[in-house]
C-alpha cells in the first residue's frame, strides 16, 4: 500500500479548485479556501480535501502508515508553477549590477559585450557536469521559496552543441532533483557575434539544424524566441515559430519588453501559448491576445531589477478577460531571484494586482501554459501533491510581508522537499 500522510490544523488550504479553464477576471480572485482544512495524501496524489470535522473521521480510520503532518494554524497553497525562467547558466553579472546603480543601461552595457553575450562565453566555457552543478544550487532556491515546477529556457549557448548541453542539463537537473522541469528551446535569445554580419544564416542555423535536432532528441516542450527589433524581428521569429510549430513543439515569445515592436500582435496571429514580458503592450496588443486566446505571462521581477518602472499593464489585462500568469524571469542578468513572493509584492505595488490574484497567476494559470493543468497547480484529488506550508495565517501575508521567505515546508509529489529548521 502506498504511504499515506494527512495535513491537519491548516489556517486555510488555498486549493483554487475550480473551473478546468484559466482563470479570468473576477475567477482570478476566487481562490476556493477551506478554512481549518486539513489534506489527505496517497502516494504521490492528492486523496482528499475538506475542513477539520470531515476529514478527521478520514484520517483515523486511513491506516497505520498515515504520517500527521501539523500545519499549527499556517497556510498551504499549491506549489508555484514558475511559467518563465532561465536557470541554466555559467557565472554571474553582479559587476553589470553594480554599474547600472552607477548610472549605465543595460542597452550601453549589452553595446560593450556585456549583457547576455557575457553570460553565453561563460556558459560556452562551462562542462554539462558544471552546468548541472551550480542548476542544483538554484533549484534548491526555487524549492526553498515555495516553487515546484519551472519552465526552463536554454538560449546561453547559441550555436548547437551549446544549446543541447544546456537541455541536456534541464533533463539531468528534472531527473536529479525533486524540482519539475518543463524544457523550453531558447536558441533565439540573441544574434551570436560571430554571426552579427550575416544574421540570416543564424536563422538558418536554427531552423535548419538546431530545430530539428533539439526536436529528435525530444529535449524541449516549447519553443521560444526574443522578439524585438535589436534581437529577432517579426519576420523571423514568424520563421523560427512555424518552424517549431512543424516539430511538434509549442509557442512561447518574449514580446513587446524594450519596445512596443508587434510582438503581442505576432504571439496573436501564430495563435501562441503565451507572450511573455509585455511591458510595451498597448490596448490593441491586449484585445489581439485576447482574441487570439493567448496568455500573458507578466515579469516585473526584471522591470524591478534593472530599475525601469515600465511596468506591463497588468490591471487592463485582467479586466480585458486575459488569463494572466506571472513568472519570476530568473536569469542572470535581468531578474536574479527565484522568488515567487517577492514577485507578489511588486505586483501588488506596481501591477495593483491582489494577492488572491497573483496566487492564481503563479499556480494554475501558469499550469495551464505548461500543458499540466490537469496535474499540478492546484490541489484536487486525483492531482500530484505538490504543496507548500506557510509561516502565515492568511494567505494575503505572501505578498504583504515582503523581504522574507514564508515556506516553511514544502512537498513535490507528496514527498518533503524542504523544511525549514
Ligand atoms: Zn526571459
Not at 486549493?15 to 477576471?25: D, E, K, Q, Y
Not at 529528435?216 to 517549431?244: G, H, P, R
Not at 515592436?261 to 507572450?275: D, I, N
Request: aromatic share 6%.
Amino acid at each position: 500500500m502506498a504511504s499515506s500522510l494527512a495535513v491537519i490544523n491548516c489556517s486555510q488550504v488555498v486549493t483554487l479548485a475550480g473551473p478546468a479553464h484559466p482563470r479570468v477576471g473576477p475567477e482570478m480572485r476566487e481562490l476556493s479556501i477551506v478554512v481549518d482544512g486539513a489534506m489527505l495524501v496517497v502516494g504521490e496524489r492528492i486523496a482528499k480535501i475538506g475542513t477539520r470535522e470531515a476529514m478527521e473521521p478520514l484520517i483515523e480510520t486511513s491506516g497505520v502508515e498515515c504520517e500527521i503532518i501539523d500545519a499549527g494554524g499556517r497556510v498551504v497553497t499549491p506549489g508555484f508553477v514558475d511559467a518563465h525562467t532561465h536557470p541554466v547558466f555559467a557565472g554571474t553579472r553582479v559587476e553589470e549590477f553594480e554599474l547600472r546603480a552607477l548610472g549605465s543601461t543595460y542597452q550601453e552595457i549589452a553595446a560593450r559585450g556585456g549583457g547576455i553575450q557575457s553570460t553565453v562565453r561563460a556558459t560556452r566555457a562551462a562542462t554539462l557536469d558544471e552546468l548541472v552543478t551550480t542548476g542544483k544550487r538554484y533549484a534548491d532556491w526555487f524549492l526553498r521559496t515555495g516553487t515546484t515546477t519551472v519552465e526552463a529556457k536554454s538560449g546561453y549557448g547559441l550555436t548547437l552543441e551549446d544549446e543541447l548541453k544546456i537541455l541536456r542539463a534541464i533533463d539531468r537537473l528534472g531527473r536529479e532533483t525533486p524540482l519539475r522541469y518543463v524544457p523550453t528551446f531558447l536558441g533565439a535569445h540573441d544574434i551570436p557575434p560571430e554571426y552579427k554580419s550575416r544574421r540570416e544564416q543564424y536563422v538558418s542555423l536554427i531552423v535548419d539544424e538546431m530545430l530539428p535536432r533539439v526536436a529528435q532528441e525530444k529535449l524541449a516542450e516549447y519553443c521560444d524566441v526574443f522578439c524585438e527589433e535589436q534581437v529577432f524581428t517579426n519576420d523571423e521569429s514568424w520563421k523560427i515559430l512555424t518552424s517549431a510549430r512543424c516539430h511538434g513543439l509549442g509557442l512561447r515569445v518574449h514580446a513587446d519588453q524594450l519596445s512596443l515592436s508587434g510582438g503581442a500582435k505576432l504571439a496573436a496571429e501564430l495563435g501562441t501559448v503565451t507572450a511573455d514580458h509585455l511591458e510595451r503592450t498597448n490596448t490593441a496588443g491586449i484585445q489581439a491576445l485576447k482574441s487570439a486566446g493567448v496568455q500573458p505571462v507578466l515579469l516585473p521581477g526584471s522591470v524591478y531589477a534593472l530599475g525601469s518602472s515600465n511596468y506591463p499593464a497588468a490591471r487592463e489585462m485582467i479586466d480585458a478577460g486575459l488569463a494572466v500568469v506571472l513568472a519570476s524571469d530568473f536569469n542572470p542578468g535581468s531578474s536574479p531571484t527565484p522568488s515567487m513572493t517577492m514577485i507578489f509584492s511588486i505586483a501588488a505595488t506596481q501591477l495593483r494586482m491582489t494577492p488572491a490574484e497573483s496566487i492564481t497567476a503563479s499556480t494554475i494559470n501558469a499550469a495551464h501554459t505548461l500543458n499540466r493543468a490537469d496535474q499540478i497547480g492546484s490541489l484536487e484529488p486525483g492531482k500530484f501533491a505538490d504543496f507548500v506550508i506557510h509561516d502565515c495565517g492568511d494567505y494575503r501575508d505572501l505578498a504583504y510581508f515582503f523581504g522574507i521567505e514564508h515556506a516553511w515546508k514544502v512537498y513535490a509529489a507528496g514527498r518533503l522537499v524542504f523544511a525549514r529548521r
